[in-house]
């Protein structure tokens, strides 16, 4: 989805111009953006956390080349979904976990039940973004 997905689903169920949704939507990520570099996190209860951290200088290695490189320390943003994002996400691994259980069940099915069971998993992932370099 895009910002101007976001801003026409926005404008159709609020009831305001796509302009002015649009304008209100920009000033919202604006604010996330002038908090995180002001004061390095921002709190959305019930959507998440983000955090701005430094990541270390290090040394990597080139995948072209083989050569070894120096990669300066740098600042990126992460990202910690909430409780009730987590939440409705998990649904959607249950919601296709169903879906897959009724296909193998049908008779039409051509795909061949798993060999060993599957692990269930809880990541603490964050998203990171940042300059490359």
């Known amino acids: ?5 976001i ?23 604006d604010a996330i953006v002038d908090t995180l570099v002001e004061d390095k996190r921002i709190e959305l209860r019930n959507f998440g956390v983000f955090e ?15 050569e070894k490189v120096f990669v300066p320390k740098k600042f990126v943003v992460t990202f910690k979904p909430g409780k009730e994002m987590e939440e409705r996400v998990r649904e ?7 879906q897959e259980a009724a296909s193998q069940n049908s008779p039409n099915s051509q795909v061949p039940p798993p060999s060993t069971p599957s692990q269930s998993y809880s990541p603490t992932t964050s998203y990171e ?3 490359g370099g």
Do not use: C, H
């Open 52 to 66: 701005v951290k430094q990541r270390a200088a290090r040394k990597a290695r080139n995948p072209r080349t083989g």
């Open 7 to 29: 801003v026409k689903t926005i404008s159709e169920e609020i009831g305001l111009t796509q302009l002015k949704t649009k304008e209100i939507v920009q000033k919202t990520f």
């Open 1 to 5: 989805m895009t910002k101007k997905e």
């Open 92 to 98: 959607l691994e249950r919601l296709a976990a169903q």
């Open 129 to 131: 973004s940042g300059t």
